[in-house]
């Protein structure tokens, strides 16, 4: 498959391709399992209301940094989105995404030769495999260099006077 421009609408309908067959189901795939290349996999993000707004009608932003450089950090492990927003967690939201990861590379000790440069040599996801010494939490995670990669398709958990809120304005704005 060609590489295509970030800014191609064909780049990004790519990525959904799989999700509008007829045949097409969620993969959760446990957390202790490499991901398959442009597979399409249920993942979790922790955040707060503010900024899970923001998320669900402009779509994600890149971190400028992290353990794994600049993407977006997701986990397959509500647990460890769960552990977000650092702080007071009655604020919190958990958003149920859909990512397309595209290809992935496990970045499973510190120090990895590729762990902040993945990137640059062509992947799109950086997968933190569970129990591998990276995190103190020993929970996986997985960074994803392109936003436009993910969607949020529901709301895992959300302060109770917020959740029918946050669930009608993820049905307005999922494409």
């Known amino acids: 498959?060609?590489?295509?421009?970030?800014?191609?609408?064909?780049?990004?309908?790519?990525?959904?391709?799989?999700?509008?067959?007829?045949?097409f189901e969620e993969i959760i795939l446990q957390s202790n399992v490499q991901p398959r290349d442009r597979k399409i996999y249920v993942m979790y993000h922790g955040t707060t209301v503010a900024a899970a707004i923001q998320i669900i009608q402009k779509g994600f932003k890149q971190s400028e940094d992290g353990m794994l450089g600049r993407g977006v950090y997701v986990s397959r492990n509500k647990?460890?989105?769960?552990?977000?927003?650092?702080?007071?967690?009655?604020?919190?939201?958990?958003?149920?995404?859909?990512?397309?990861?595209?290809?992935?590379?496990?970045?499973?000790?510190?120090?990895?030769?590729?762990?902040?440069?993945?990137?640059?040599?062509?992947?799109?996801?950086?997968?933190v495999p569970e129990a591998c010494g990276m995190v103190s939490s020993q929970l996986e995670e997985d960074c994803i260099w392109d936003p436009k990669r993910i969607k949020v398709v529901g709301i895992a958990n959300a302060p109770p006077h917020y959740i029918a809120y946050l669930q009608q304005l993820v049905q307005a704005y999922r494409k």
């Open 1 to 23: 498959m060609a590489y295509l421009n970030y800014g191609d609408a064909n780049y990004v309908e790519e990525f959904w391709r799989e999700e509008r067959l007829q045949t």
């Open 79 to 127: 647990d460890k989105a769960a552990r977000y927003p650092l702080g007071n967690k009655s604020d919190q939201v958990i958003l149920k995404l859909r990512v397309n990861v595209g290809k992935v590379i496990a970045i499973n000790y510190q120090g990895h030769l590729l762990q902040k440069t993945w990137r640059n040599n062509g992947y799109d996801t950086a997968w």
